[in-house]
């Protein structure tokens, strides 16, 4: 049996060799960071990927378990989006693409990606991953979120479904766990960072590391999700 550990983290402008650190312990295969300080160089962190989004912030792609290899996939985006694609070679090939939805209109600019990725999503076995600064709760509050219902609609279209939603079995605007907390205030949480995988793949367990030092680190808390394989 084979199994793959992924987190996803808006990690709000800490840097990429300290939050790789602090995630390191869980031992996941792939990380998708956003909001990160960019870096040309992580000694003993493993193979990873980096795309400025501009001079004091970027994303990052990392794979902390030997056996997965990164290859970046070449921009089908607009400049200035920010995505960031990879074939991940190792025990369970697979697409990842992470994504870090950008303002003002939040469900447009995810729209648009899924549809310049659509061949790379239809090609093979793809998880979506990342800050999408959209939910069904916060689309009737925020209306650059106005249309939550679209995302939805194109992942199902492309064969993929929310880890957490599939593993929890709560309809999406019933998520008793939020990944984020508006200017940090628990009184301001909402569910908006998601993890999209293969409806035929079997997810074993999904965690919100919701404890005091990750509320610390960032006003987003770290999406960790694990699959299985026979």
């Known amino acids: 049996m084979s199994s793959l550990r992924l987190i ?16 390191a312990s869980f031992a996941p295969a792939i990380v998708f960071l956003q909001e990160c300080k960019p870096t040309r160089t992580l000694p003993m962190m493993g193979p990873f990927l980096t795309q400025r989004v501009n001079a004091q912030k970027g994303i990052a792609l990392a794979s902390l378990n030997a056996d997965y290899r990164l290859a970046k996939l070449k921009p089908r985006a607009n400049r200035g989006r920010a995505v960031m ?33 659509d061949k790379v999503l239809r090609s093979g076995a793809t998880i979506v991953m990342g800050d999408l600064n959209s939910g069904t709760n916060l689309a009737g509050t925020r209306s650059p979120n ?35 907390r508006h200017q940090r205030k628990p009184s301001q949480p909402w569910h908006i960072d998601f993890c999209f995988v293969p409806v035929g793949w079997v997810v074993v367990g999904v965690e919100v590391l919701d404890g005091k030092e990750w509320a610390t680190r960032s006003d987003h808390l770290p999406l960790k999700v694990d699959v299985q394989f026979a």
């Not at 996803?8 to 995630?23: I, K, M, P």
């Not at 679209?150 to 605007?173: K, M, P």
């Open 8 to 23: 996803a983290w808006n990690c709000h402008h800490g840097s990429l060799s300290t939050r790789l650190a602090e995630l």
């Open 146 to 180: 106005k249309g939550h219902s679209r995302i939805l609609d194109r992942f199902a279209d492309l064969g993929l479904v929310s880890a957490y939603h599939a593993f929890h079995h709560f309809e999406h605007g019933q998520e008793k766990h939020p990944t984020y």
């Open 85 to 117: 694609g990879a074939t991940v070679s190792g025990p369970v090939p697979f697409t990842a693409l992470g994504v870090w939805s950008q303002g003002p209109h939040y469900v447009d600019d995810v729209m648009r990606t899924l549809h310049a990725y």
